[in-house]
């Protein structure tokens, strides 16, 4: 004799184990092209800023050269402009300290951009600050360049 009450449970349990499989995986992958997204932008930032930088005719247009070469680079990545744009030292990591970049030849220095990136749907108090991405670029300005007055 066969029973038949059991019918239909199983698209049920598959259905349940496939939410609870599917949507922690699916919120997985958002996070991480979130931080992607991110990672990849401010390394674009970088390297934009240090090639502005190193092809200026003054440090008054470097600096304007270098905030329009970040604000673009973000905005690729559809990102705002919150971002920190530091020179260090060439060598030394984006956390060293911070020095004034010169257009003189030969000059070398590590431009970094540095954004904090909020994970979607998680509240600040579980994530603190959010996740720091750092994009570092290191310029060396051209051994035999003029630089203007």
């Not at 199983?10 to 259905?15: D, G």
């Not at 390394?43 to 304007?64: I, K, N, P, V, Y």
Request: hydrophobic share 50%.
């Amino acid at each position: 004799m066969r029973r038949d009450d059991d019918a239909g449970t199983a698209i049920v349990e598959f259905v349940f184990v496939a939410v609870l499989v599917m949507v922690p995986l699916v919120y997985l992958i958002a996070a991480v092209a979130t931080v992607q997204r991110t990672t990849l932008a401010v390394s674009q930032a970088a390297r934009d800023a240090g090639r502005a930088f190193a092809t200026s005719e003054s440090s008054d247009e470097a600096r304007l050269r270098v905030a329009a070469a970040v604000r673009l680079a973000l905005a690729d990545q559809g990102l705002d402009d919150e971002a920190e744009v530091r020179f260090v030292a060439a060598g030394n990591g984006c956390d060293g300290a911070a020095v004034t970049p010169r257009l003189a030849p030969g000059a070398e220095f590590t431009v970094c951009v540095i954004r904090r990136v909020r994970l979607p749907a998680v509240p600040s108090v579980l994530t603190g600050r959010g996740i720091r991405s750092v994009g570092a670029y290191t310029v060396h300005v051209d051994d035999f360049r003029q630089v203007g007055p």
